[in-house]
């Protein structure tokens, strides 16, 4: 049953399970763990809409490169999935059996460790099954591009779709408008023993369970880690260590403009680097989107309209939030877009300010930035697709400066895809979280969504993050720990 925290305090004296996060990683787990009888206990900080109550907690500054983490994220049951456009693309078997060029290991499961839940996660996402993911168009002359293949969810809203069995399920409490704020671990035992909830009211209480699993997003899992000064104290949390760093997300830098030669049609091609160029080139891999752009009418009164709005957002400082969703300059024929992949960087990361937000929790910042195995990727894209579209007789691309100079700040911007901030590794050497997603040093902790991801290849995130989360629940499942019994 969905229950509000701020007004109903009617929390068990016990779970099997606890489950911080009422995203798309952690409706999942709380409705796969409850229905095999365990008792489940679900924690969302937001309620059922968006508030800027909830959301203003959200706020988190960054350095580098802009990530825009406040507004590419929702804070409210449901999580991102509330704004999620449902791209969905698999991983591919090279993802796991290829390490990124950089001094860090990959992946330390096999390709079939998730392969296996593709069928389980595509229904989770309302994908036809037996569809297949088919190209989108023609593919380039050469093997270095072929024909991007993705499949589109309706797209799926986790708090509309299973409404019905969160209130329902035998075993299942759901608590909107709770929020983690202490993480509560015991050195002696190695176990998290409680954690801390709060209200907006500040009013706090402890949630005990047999295991503890976070599924709040690559930024908040690591700020819970980070702002438990217990797990701190217990040397599990260090400056450092990994938690928190190696933040990746997808690029979206503008390669450049393109004009197409006559006789081509004007639909959107889409893409894909091959494994024989990523081997050749010792690049991550990519999207590349070339779209057409309708004229813009410079005269008359869509002159005035134009001028006037570019006008006022200088004026109020927001060109740079504004120019994040559109762009004022629309030249050529068409712009190439890209979603390219970003190499794990330790650089790059969440940490702690010292300022703490309205619960009382130490807010964060982001650095994000980019490697010069990065910059390759960019320039290696960038340089082939214009051969190959000159080659195939396509057309003609005009490549941005900054693509091929790397001395030059390039233009990037996020995708709102965030990974790696507890990545899965085979030691704490290198990661965070062991490859069942257990956090190192720490018996009953374990964390679920993109922040694991150990690389990010070029994959809309939210179908493979289902497909580790459906792994994770068979492992708590079916493991042999400290679960104490199932529901009855």
Not at 6 to 27: N, T
Not at 205 to 231: C, D, H, K, M, P
Not at 394 to 419: I, N, Q, T, W
Request: proline content about 5%.
């Amino acid at each position: 049953m969905i229950k509000d925290y701020g007004s109903q305090k009617e929390l068990r004296a016990f779970y099997d399970f606890c489950i911080v996060g009422g995203g798309p990683a952690g409706i999942t787990l709380a409705l796969h763990l409850a229905g095999s009888g365990w008792r489940v206990v679900l924690l969302e900080g937001g309620g059922h809409e968006y508030s800027e109550n909830s959301q203003s907690l959200y706020k988190c500054p960054s350095t580098g490169l802009d990530v825009y983490a406040e507004e590419t994220r929702l804070r409210y049951l449901g999580g991102t999935s509330n704004h999620w456009a449902g791209r969905c693309r698999p991983f591919e078997p090279s993802d796991f059996s290829v390490g990124p060029p950089v001094h860090l290991p990959g992946w330390p499961i096999a390709f079939s460790e998730i392969e296996r839940n593709l069928p389980a996660a595509m229904d989770i996402l309302d994908l036809p099954p037996h569809a297949g993911f088919k190209a989108m168009n023609a593919t380039l002359d050469g093997a270095d591009f072929e024909a991007d293949r993705f499949l589109l969810s309706p797209p799926t809203r986790f708090a509309q779709k299973y409404a019905k069995e969160l209130n329902e399920t035998e075993g299942l409490d759901v608590f909107i408008n709770c929020n983690c704020v202490d993480l509560e671990f015991d050195s002696k035992t190695g176990r998290i023993g409680t954690i801390v909830v709060s209200d907006y009211q500040l009013h706090r209480e402890r949630v005990t369970a047999g295991q503890f699993i976070l599924a709040t997003g690559a930024i908040e899992n690591a700020r819970q880690l980070l702002n438990s000064e217990s797990l701190v104290a217990g040397g599990i949390v260090s400056k450092d260590g990994f938690v928190g760093r190696c933040f990746m997300e997808h690029l979206n830098v503008d390669l450049g403009t393109f004009i197409l030669k006559d006789g081509q049609d004007g639909d959107s091609r889409q893409y894909f680097t091959t494994d024989a160029f990523v081997k050749e080139h010792g690049s991550g891999k990519g999207n590349v989107t070339a779209s057409l752009v309708s004229e813009v009418k410079t005269y008359g009164r869509m002159a005035a309209i134009k001028t006037f709005f570019e006008n006022l957002v200088c004026e109020v400082g927001g060109e740079q939030k504004i120019e994040f969703i559109t762009r004022f300059d629309c030249p050529g024929d068409g712009v190439l877009g890209t979603l390219i992949e970003q190499f794990p960087n330790p650089d790059s990361r969440v940490s702690l300010l010292e300022d703490r937000d309205a619960l009382g929790m130490r807010k964060t910042t982001i650095h994000w930035e980019l490697s010069p195995a990065d910059r390759n990727t960019i320039k290696s894209i960038g340089l082939e697709v214009a051969k190959c579209f000159a080659e195939t007789g396509l057309g003609f691309v005009r490549l941005e400066e900054c693509v091929y100079d790397a001395s030059l700040p390039l233009k990037v911007s996020p995708h709102a895809h965030h990974m790696g901030t507890t990545r899965m590794a085979t030691s704490p050497e290198f990661g965070v979280v062991d490859e069942n997603c257990k956090v190192f040093g720490v018996e009953n902790l374990h964390v679920a969504g993109s922040s694991v991801f150990a690389t990010g290849g070029a994959s809309n995130p939210t179908m493979p993050l289902l497909q580790l989360t459906l792994r994770l629940a068979d492992y708590l499942n079916h493991q042999t720990g400290p679960v104490v019994g199932r529901y009855s």
